[in-house]
């Protein structure tokens, strides 16, 4: 008799879908606990959601049994994660096994339909070169499994100073830049940013104030907590 390897992943449902390392074409084929009775188990069902890992089964007279009945849960694929969270993943992994990408880190990824834009930055700052390799990385995965078919649209750039700012690396980098920030509660506050610590920034501008009867121009610093920031753009001066 044939012996197939089970190894366990989730299906929707939350139940256990065991999937056979060979059936009678040579492919993985997926097979619900609640239709199957492992020989190895003295044929009765297996517990759905138990860990199986490395569990051994008479797999061919089980797997056409299976295939022939009916299935509350029918064959349902393993869900995946969502295709920005795949791709973050993808590139963190590359990060952490390479050390020229050793600083840098994935701002945003967006998927529409058959594009898919990734945003990435260094704190050593990006390099056509980084943006290249990455792209190639991800095109490599693209073309294999094809997850979004054969013709797509692939775009990997650093996110532009006309893009929000996310992360506190981000603004340590563009300490010294004009800063557009506007709050949680709606305040709006322009100036350099002269510092950028662990939980908040300080910006500085001139500000005229009235002293008496007259205005005078003074300098003022506003710190502002990330926390409280709801969007800040680094300001482009011409």
């Known amino acids: 008799?044939?012996?197939?390897?089970?190894?366990?992943v989730l299906c929707p449902?939350?139940?256990?879908?065991l999937y056979?390392?060979?059936?009678?074409?040579?492919?993985?084929?997926?097979?619900?606990?609640?239709?199957?009775?492992?020989?190895?188990?003295?044929?009765?069902?297996?517990?759905?959601?138990?860990?199986?890992?490395?569990?051994?089964f008479v797999s061919l007279p089980i797997l056409f049994w299976a295939r022939a009945r009916e299935c509350k849960d029918g064959?349902?694929?393993?869900?995946?994660?969502?295709?920005?969270?795949?791709?973050?993943?993808?590139?963190?992994?590359?990060?952490?096994?390479?050390?020229?990408?050793?600083?840098?880190y994935v701002v945003e990824v967006n998927?529409?339909?058959?594009?898919?834009?990734?945003?990435?930055?260094?704190?050593?700052g990006m390099?056509?070169?980084?943006?290249?390799?990455?792209?190639?990385?991800?095109?490599?995965?693209?073309?294999?499994?094809?997850?979004l078919g054969e013709k797509y649209t692939l775009n990997v750039s650093s996110p532009g100073v006309d893009r929000p700012l996310k992360f506190q690396r981000q603004y340590v980098k563009n300490v010294g830049r004009n800063m557009k920030v506007k709050t949680t509660a709606g305040e709006e506050?322009?100036?350099?940013?002269?510092?950028?610590?662990?939980?908040?920034?300080?910006?500085?501008a001139k500000v005229r104030i009235k002293e008496g009867k007259r205005k005078k121009t003074v300098v003022q610093q506003t710190k502002i907590a990330y926390a409280d920031i709801s969007k800040a753009i680094v300001k482009i001066s011409f």
């Open 1 to 8: 008799m044939n012996h197939g390897r089970v190894t366990r």
């Open 13 to 17: 449902a939350k139940v256990a879908v």
């Open 20 to 56: 056979s390392r060979k059936n009678t074409f040579g492919a993985f084929e997926p097979i619900c606990p609640s239709c199957v009775t492992f020989a190895s188990q003295g044929r009765k069902k297996h517990p759905e959601g138990i860990v199986i890992d490395s569990l051994f």
């Open 75 to 104: 064959f349902k694929k393993m869900p995946q994660p969502p295709m920005e969270e795949h791709i973050t993943k993808m590139l963190e992994d590359l990060f952490a096994a390479d050390e020229s990408f050793a600083d840098c």
């Open 111 to 124: 998927q529409t339909n058959t594009r898919l834009e990734i945003f990435v930055d260094a704190d050593s």
């Open 127 to 147: 390099t056509f070169r980084k943006c290249q390799q990455m792209s190639r990385h991800v095109e490599a995965y693209l073309d294999e499994e094809q997850p």
């Open 189 to 204: 506050h322009e100036g350099k940013m002269i510092a950028a610590e662990d939980d908040a920034i300080t910006l500085e």
